[in-house]
């Protein structure tokens, strides 16, 4: 079975939507809906999730990256969350084929130690590992709970968002522990200032899990755009995709921009 990606919207600007983990492309759907004229965007379900449950590649960026380029043309590559470490990846491996990079709500480390004092507690990520073993389904809902700290409506986000993550069944445990390996031990700060193509950063003020001073830094040392959503948590998607989309719109205004010149070039 191949990596499962829908095709939304009829936009002139290539948009790739990658999801966090323990959820799936569906969980991105008020963004998918509110770009629906801006943007073609391909919604990936990554390995283990979603309708990509039984595709068998491991979750790992660079395994991910080659499957979503092979079968996607040009585009913004957006990772939200863990997510994010998948379209880092991209832009730095592939910058040809990755046009430019929105991070939402994405970090190049997310556990903290004594040099990153960004990130989230060690501790709970190896918590939600141990956890995994014995309660999934109460341990992705503990998560989730942690992805609504901090919004300005955590009820609402959080209903929404149970609604919405099994929709398309269960996830694979396996991938839910390589998921948690890659959030223990990923660390890609030191190739920041690598990064060749344009970027955004898109922080929530209220997020607990990827704090913005570490979406802040980022962005100081690969000189990407950062915005901050007021009143967002984890999740700007629910609640704030107007102030989100605002956020994307330099991104997408120099695709266009690009495909104009292209366009009169060929005149």
């Known amino acids: 079975?191949?990596?499962?990606?829908?095709?939304?919207?009829?936009?002139?600007?290539?948009?790739?939507?990658?999801?966090g983990w323990a959820m799936h492309g569906g969980v991105l759907?008020?963004?998918?809906e509110a770009l629906a004229e801006r943007c073609t965007m391909h919604v990936?379900?990554?390995p283990g999730h979603g309708y990509s449950r039984?595709?068998?590649?491991?979750?790992?960026?660079?395994?991910?990256?080659?499957?979503?380029?092979?079968?996607?043309?040009?585009?913004?590559?957006?990772?939200?969350?863990?997510?994010?470490?998948v379209a880092l990846t991209a832009a730095l491996d592939l910058p040809r084929h990755v046009q430019?990079?929105?991070?939402?709500?994405?970090?190049?480390?997310?556990?903290?130690?004594?040099?990153?004092?960004?990130?989230?507690?060690g501790a709970l990520v190896h918590q939600l590992a141990s956890d995994l073993e014995t309660d999934y389904r109460a341990t992705l809902d503990r998560f989730l709970t942690l992805e609504t700290l901090g919004s300005a409506d955590p009820r609402a986000e959080l209903r929404q968002l149970r609604e919405l993550v099994f929709a398309?069944?269960?996830?694979?445990?396996?991938?839910?522990?390589?998921?948690?390996?890659?959030?223990?031990s990923s660390d890609r700060r030191a190739a920041l200032p690598d990064l060749a193509v344009p970027s955004?950063?898109?922080?929530?003020?209220?997020?607990?899990?990827?704090?913005?001073?570490?979406?802040?830094?980022?962005a100081s040392q690969c000189g990407g755009d950062y915005r901050?959503?007021?009143?967002?948590?984890?999740?700007?998607?629910?609640?704030?995709?107007?102030?989100?989309?605002?956020?994307?719109?330099?991104?997408?205004?120099?695709?266009?921009?690009?495909?104009?010149?292209?366009s009169f070039s060929d005149e």
């Open 168 to 184: 398309r069944g269960e996830p694979d445990l396996r991938v839910l522990q390589e998921g948690i390996h890659l959030l223990e």
């Open 228 to 262: 901050e959503i007021p009143q967002a948590g984890h999740a700007p998607f629910f609640g704030h995709v107007e102030a989100l989309v605002q956020a994307l719109e330099p991104l997408f205004a120099g695709q266009r921009a690009g495909l104009a010149s292209m």
């Open 44 to 46: 990936v379900d990554l």
């Open 1 to 19: 079975m191949t990596l499962h990606i829908d095709r939304r919207g009829n936009g002139p600007v290539q948009l790739v939507l990658i999801h």
């Open 200 to 218: 955004a950063w898109i922080a929530g003020r209220r997020d607990r899990l990827v704090p913005p001073q570490a979406m802040a830094w980022s």
């Open 29 to 32: 759907r008020p963004l998918v």
């Open 100 to 121: 430019a990079l929105a991070m939402l709500c994405a970090t190049p480390k997310f556990v903290r130690d004594a040099g990153w004092p960004h990130g989230s507690d």
């Open 54 to 85: 039984d595709c068998g590649l491991p979750l790992e960026p660079h395994a991910c990256v080659a499957a979503i380029a092979a079968a996607t043309p040009p585009a913004i590559w957006l990772g939200w969350s863990l997510g994010g470490l």
